[in-house]
């Protein structure tokens, strides 16, 4: 940009001092040559040389100048200037610095191209001073633009917008088919006064800041310098139409020396859709925040737009821990291979709901990390309206954790009830076997030895003495095996002694039978245990007993049975190998004693580590 306004000030500085000039002129923005009536070109600034190209190579003499600066189309009294300009150089004998006229000329550059300059000059002794400012632009702008204002105006009067022109200062007014239809002016060929022109457009109006603001463009249009072009800022305007209804448009302006044009969107019905779709938003915003489920939003660039305060619930987050949907998959979503899957998948799914591939409401089940780090199930449900998608969560984190021990509890009973099965089949086994081995041949043998007393009663005392203590001998066989079958299916002690009596003799035939040392500690009140208690916490102690000589290769076993906190506890310890709790498989006598445990409505806790020994806890609620 170059100041014009010092410009005269300038150039007398320019004049005082060549160098001081030359400095100066130098890199200044515009082309500045210095031109000598005898020597030609002397000077010829940066932009000179990058913009015209000629410097005093080219120029050396007035003939030169003629030579490489051409004009179009001159008239016979601008060619008389360049003669009288060169003959007051030749014989200029003045010491002040004559300043001459400003004046348009256009210039054949070095590189082709016709440039129209505006060319500012001062003349000292017999140099010429030149500052040319390039208004070539300017001038192809205006060209074009008084070419097309009759096209413009026969294009616009037909279009489907309203559209005007105004002039203030010359009063011509142009207002489109459509501008005249909908707000009512209409185009005069008599030029009003620019006061009533101004009035006729305000008094429309409908707010004073909207009078305030048309009456400030005016005088910006008035002031505004004939060759410039302004593109004003759009703004919403409310004006009385013709049909005397208020209406609001949205004005897009631009000035162009001292025509104002405007174009006139009408935005009534936009607005009104807007306020009733805000209306909307807020009732669904209000209604969505308080409902007893997680409801959010985001629109079509990612970002969230809404989540209500059961979302924050739900997940932990809130509004500020996932502004955007990719860092909501960032933090749900740890690993990186499983969150992009899950991405694509979603936008998919979106997607080909918003277009109508799915016409069915798309679902989405996925387990997602929660603020707490903990994970949780979820089913994600969505709607599309225009650019925004809104989603709803629901936790079916306990559904799933039901579903999972369901289906755990079915497979268990279906294993217990083979293991009971199996058991009941042995012990009919075991039941048959021993009253056919062993009680069988016993009343066998004893129904034959009497059949041989007597068959033989002429025997002499001494052999009926023998048989008939054999006979009794048998009889006492066959009473301790009854009894030791009878024992295995139920010990009677347990009804007669109780149930710590029965503890201590099953501990003292384990340790028999196995060589475990085993210690037993108790203190109970055996009238507090009701009878299916007892049974129950006898065939746990028994399946427990049975595992240990099974699997543990334990040493020592302590056992402990008390009562505390209004439950009685049953606590069984060994020092054994222990084994891994996080197989999934459970031996069946681990599901059988917890399936008795549950039975009680009591717990069920084991712990185990390897080669540290096993723990069993059994907690029943105390029963009058």
Same mark, same amino acid.
């Given at each position: 940009f170059y100041d014009i306004t010092d410009?005269?000030?300038?150039?007398?500085?320019?004049?005082?001092?060549? /160098?001081?000039?030359?400095?100066?002129?130098?890199n200044l923005p515009v082309p500045v040559t210095s031109f000598h009536a005898e020597k030609g070109l002397i000077f010829a600034n940066k932009?000179?040389?990058?913009?015209i190209g000629y410097t005093n190579k080219h120029i050396k003499n007035p003939s030169d100048f003629e030579k490489y600066i051409v004009t179009? !189309?001159?008239? @016979? !009294?601008?060619?008389?200037?360049?003669?009288?300009? %060169?003959?007051? %150089?030749?014989?200029? $004998?003045?010491? !002040?610095?004559? =300043?001459?006229? @400003?004046?348009? #000329? /256009?210039?054949?550059?070095?590189? +082709?191209? *016709?440039? *129209?300059?505006?060319?500012?000059?001062t003349i000292y002794g017999k140099t010429l001073y030149s500052i040319l400012h390039d208004i070539t632009k300017q001038r192809i702008a205006e060209k074009k633009l008084l070419d097309s204002e009759k096209q413009f105006r026969n294009i616009v009067e037909n279009l489907p917008i309203p559209l005007l022109s105004l002039n203030p200062i010359t009063g011509d007014f142009f207002a489109n088919k459509k501008h005249q239809n909908i707000i009512g002016h209409h185009n005069t060929k008599n030029n009003k006064k620019e006061k009533d =022109? @101004?009035?006729?457009?305000?008094?429309?109006?409908?707010?004073?800041?909207?009078? *305030?603001h048309f009456q400030k463009l005016i005088e910006k249009v008035k002031s505004n310098d004939a060759n410039a072009t302004i593109l004003e800022p759009s703004y919403k305007i409310e004006i009385v139409c013709r049909d005397k209804k208020n209406r609001t448009f949205e004005i897009t302006e631009n000035i162009f020396g001292n025509t104002?044009?405007?174009?006139?969107?009408?935005?009534?019905?936009?607005?009104?859709?807007?306020?009733?779709?805000?209306?909307?938003?807020?009732?669904?915003?209000? =209604?969505?925040?308080? #409902?007893? #489920?997680?409801? +959010?939003g985001y629109d079509s660039n990612g970002n969230v737009i809404f989540l209500n305060a059961h979302f924050t619930l739900t997940t932990g987050y809130s509004f500020k821990d996932v502004p955007t949907v990719k860092e909501w998959y960032k933090k749900t979503q740890p690993k990186i291979s499983k969150r992009q899957a899950f991405y694509e998948h979603w936008m998919k799914t979106v997607d080909d709901f918003r277009t109508k591939r799915i016409k069915i409401k798309p679902e989405i089940k996925a387990t997602s990390r929660c603020k707490d780090g903990s994970f949780k199930h979820f089913i994600y449900s969505f709607s599309v309206y225009k650019d925004t998608t809104y989603f709803l969560i629901i936790d079916i984190t306990e559904q799933e954790k039901a579903k999972k021990e369901l289906e755990k509890s079915h497979k268990e009973l279906r294993n217990l009830a083979s293991y009971l099965q199996d058991v009941r089949e042995d012990e009919r086994k075991n039941i048959s076997r021993e009253i056919h081995d062993e009680l069988g041949q016993q009343i066998t043998g004893m129904k034959m030895d009497i059949?041989?007393? &007597?068959? /033989?009663?002429?025997?002499?005392?001494? &052999?009926? $003495? %023998?048989?008939?203590?054999?006979?009794?001998?048998?009889?006492? !066989? *066959?009473?301790?095996?009854?009894? /030791?079958?009878?024992?295995?299916?139920?010990?009677?002690?347990?009804d007669d002694l109780g149930v710590i009596a029965t503890f201590e003799w099953l501990i003292q035939d384990f340790k028999k039978r196995t060589g475990i040392e085993c210690i037993f500690y108790y203190k109970i009140n055996e009238d507090q245990i009701n009878i299916d208690l007892k049974n129950n916490l006898f065939r746990i102690l028994q399946e427990s007993l049975t595992n240990i000589t099974r699997h543990s290769s334990a040493t020592s076993v302590n056992i402990d049975f008390f009562i505390a906190e209004n439950q009685i506890k049953l606590i069984i310890a060994d020092n054994g190998k222990g084994f891994n709790q996080n197989s999934p498989k459970e031996t069946l006598g681990i599901i059988g004693m917890r399936e008795r445990t549950s039975i009680l409505n009591g717990t069920f806790f084991i712990v185990s580590e390897k080669m540290k020994g096993t723990r069993i806890t059994i907690s029943v609620p105390l029963k009058k």
């Open positions: 410009r005269k000030e300038t150039e007398k500085k320019l004049l005082e001092s060549e /160098k001081r000039f030359r400095n100066l002129a130098e932009k000179q040389k990058e913009l179009d !189309n001159l008239h @016979s !009294n601008e060619k008389q200037r360049y003669l009288n300009l %060169l003959n007051i %150089l030749k014989t200029n $004998e003045e010491t !002040n610095p004559i =300043l001459l006229p @400003s004046y348009e #000329m /256009k210039i054949l550059c070095l590189d +082709g191209v *016709t440039r *129209t300059f505006e060319i500012s000059e =022109l @101004s009035k006729f457009s305000i008094d429309d109006l409908v707010d004073e800041k909207s009078k *305030t104002l044009y405007s174009i006139f969107h009408d935005i009534t019905d936009q607005l009104k859709a807007n306020e009733l779709l805000k209306e909307s938003e807020q009732k669904f915003k209000a =209604l969505a925040e308080n #409902m007893p #489920m997680s409801i +959010g059949s041989s007393i &007597f068959k /033989k009663r002429q025997a002499i005392d001494e &052999f009926e $003495e %023998l048989k008939r203590k054999e006979i009794i001998e048998a009889f006492n !066989n *066959t009473i301790k095996s009854v009894r /030791k079958i009878a024992t295995q299916l139920r010990p009677s002690i347990l």
